[in-house]
């Protein structure tokens, strides 16, 4: 009789055993590590007012007669492991990340899906 269910038998056995190595995590908790690449910052990188009239450059009251022109700012560069890039500017806390087909990732999927490895 053992002879006729020994495939069964072992079947069950092999089961039993491989049910008891899950460790209850599954390949979705795993994180992608995404490494600092670098930043890059305008070439002309000042805020500055600009004015019609040369004289309101010495002006007291420069802020109303002139525009202020904000320098763009500083952005640093991030490269996930999968293939998904990132950018964040000096002033923002949050990353804007884009998948290898260029979709937006959202702050919460890239909280689940990433982190940021050390940069030392």
């Known amino acids: 009789m053992f002879y ?9 056995i092999a089961t039993f055993f ?13 994180k992608n590590a ?3 690449k670098g930043g890059a ?3 002309y990188g000042i805020d500055f007012y600009f004015c019609e009239n040369p004289e309101d450059y010495q002006s007291p009251d420069k802020e109303e007669k002139c525009t202020f022109i904000p320098r763009d700012p500083c952005v640093d560069y991030y490269e996930c492991e999968d293939g998904t890039s990132c950018n964040k500017n000096e002033d923002e806390t949050t990353m804007r990340c884009f998948d290898v ?3 937006e990732i959202t702050e ?13």
């Open 108 to 120: 919460d999927e890239f909280n689940t899906k990433y982190y940021i490895e050390n940069r030392d």
């Open 101 to 103: 087909q260029g979709n």
């Open 34 to 36: 995404c490494s600092f």
């Open 41 to 43: 910052c305008p070439d």
């Open 18 to 30: 491989w049910n008891g190595c899950n460790n209850n995590s599954s390949s979705s908790d795993v």
């Open 4 to 12: 006729k269910h020994w495939k069964k038998i072992a079947l069950a």
